[in-house]
């Protein structure tokens, strides 16, 4: 994974954002067309979401893409 600090605070965000609107993790998968499995994993920050999945979810949730992305990513730290 190139940038797991960044993959992490997506996963807290869309969790937030699912959570905002009283969803469980089934029923966001059931609105996007996705499986439980793929919304848990992108959550926990075991997967890289695809566009595809990104826009589904992003309609299920009624919010716009960019709003979706639109998180805050901490810094990575850089070794020498």
């Not at 940038?3 to 996963?11: L, V």
């Not at 469980?24 to 996705?34: N, W």
């Not at 695809?50 to 992305?69: F, G, H, K």
Request: zero cysteines; a neutral charge.
């Amino acid at each position: 994974m190139k940038n797991p600090s960044g993959i992490q605070a997506f996963g807290l965000h869309l969790r937030r954002l699912r959570e905002e609107r009283g969803l469980s993790q089934q029923e966001l998968a059931d609105l996007a067309d996705v499986s439980k499995l793929t919304v848990q994993r992108t959550e926990n920050a075991k997967f890289s979401a695809t566009l595809d999945v990104l826009i589904s979810i992003s309609r299920a949730l009624r919010v716009s893409l960019p709003e979706l992305v639109n998180f805050d990513v901490p810094e990575e730290s850089t070794r020498f």
